[in-house]
């Protein structure tokens, strides 16, 4: 093939890309610039919730055994499967019920102090809409299938502002005017700019929906664990929940127990908890104690094959858990691009077609 058919057939790759580009951008473009805009509010999703519901500030976030009984004598009937221990970012128990509520408790007696469901609550109807697309398991795979997309947007954007060599500079500055040229060079040197971190937001939730694919895919190229509950072994009747708390404090030095499961009849209590190192904000490392109190197994998540940890690592990297307050602003910034990204294309491609 000579220069000048090489030439005609990378202009007409570039045409069908920017095609492509401009009408996916608008349409699911669309679709990605609100599920970016709630994931940027999730972000400080804590903090607005104490700012929205003061009873839950306050308390000091002490996890006593007689509080965590009497929740779960309490609540577990009524469909409680987990909860969170007090923590210094929210110092109450959360539980988590089988029907999606959750319900806040008093870490000095634990009494109810909030209840709040996507049905009634702005940021769980936030999340929903963010993981899910409010259609459940159907809104999820759609959501899927936008990240990916969203991701060959990305990509294919790249692409066709790539400029030639020694003109990079020339290529990122943003213009005044005329309006065409303006909202063009904003996209463009915008997107450039933040696309590392928009990439990254982005492939983490596509991972977070495709968790299974990326585990095997991962697992094959970089090795993977596989870790079973153990069985209890003859500890039956009500857990003591003071030794159960005391031994799982203690089961992992230097980790922080975050999280308990009390759904199972079993006799099997199985933690959370967030070991030296880790990234997760709950930690994927796992206790497991008998109702005695007896410790059955731990499970240290830094001592997993590396395949296995940097699964472990793309929900604390799409939240922004990763790096401080720094990164978690980041993160909110990255949430607000695609919106910014599908305005400036939208005034770009309609003073074009004015024009």
């Known amino acids: 093939m000579n220069g000048s058919s090489k030439s005609w057939s990378r202009r ?6 920017s095609w492509l580009h401009l ?14 805009l709630t994931g940027s509010v999730l972000v ?24 965590l009984e009497r929740i779960v004598d309490e609540w577990k009937p009524q469909g409680l499967r987990s909860l969170d221990l007090p923590r210094d970012e929210l110092p109450v128990w959360q539980g988590y019920f089988a029907d999606g509520q959750r319900g806040y408790f008093s870490p000095e007696d634990g009494r109810l102090l909030l209840a709040r469901s996507h049905h009634d609550d702005w940021l769980l109807w936030l999340h929903e809409l963010h993981v899910e697309l409010l ?32 003109r990079m500079l020339a290529q990122l500055k943003v213009h005044a005017g005329p309006p065409v040229r303006r909202w063009l060079s904003w996209h463009r040197s915008s997107g450039v700019v933040l696309l590392p971190l928009v990439l990254l937001v982005t492939l983490t939730g596509v991972g977070m929906i495709y968790s299974n694919g990326f585990r095997i895919v991962l697992a094959a190229l970089f090795g993977g664990a596989t870790h079973t509950a153990p069985a209890a072994a003859g500890a039956a009747g ?30 099997v209590i199985g933690f959370r908890a967030r ?21 059955l197994q731990v499970v240290d998540a830094t001592a997993d094959p590396a395949g296995t940890r940097i699964l472990q690592a793309i929900y604390p990297l ?38």
């Open 44 to 67: 400080f999703h804590v903090e607005l919730l104490k700012l929205q519901h003061p009873q839950l500030t306050g308390h000091a976030p002490v996890a006593e055994g007689r509080v």
């Open 238 to 267: 009500r857990p003591d929940w003071n030794r159960v708390l005391a031994e799982a404090g203690t089961a992992l030095p230097g980790a922080r127990v975050s999280r308990v499961s009390v759904s199972a009849d079993d006799g």
């Open 23 to 36: 009408w996916l951008g608008l349409v699911v473009g669309s679709i990605f610039a609100v599920v970016a």
């Open 135 to 166: 259609g459940g398991r159907a809104g999820k795979e759609a959501l899927g299938v936008a990240g990916w997309i969203a991701l060959g947007l990305l990509l294919s954007g790249l692409y066709l502002w790539w400029p030639k060599r020694g």
């Open 318 to 355: 799409h939240i922004g858990a990763v790096g401080g307050a720094t990164m978690r602003w980041l993160t909110l910034l990255a949430g607000l691009m695609p919106v910014f990204l599908l305005v400036t294309g939208f005034l770009f491609w309609r003073r074009r077609r004015g024009k």
């Open 12 to 17: 007409r790759l570039r045409a069908a890309l």
């Open 275 to 295: 070991a030296a190192g880790e990234w997760h904000p709950f930690g994927r490392s796992t206790i497991h104690l008998d109702n005695s109190g007896r410790l």
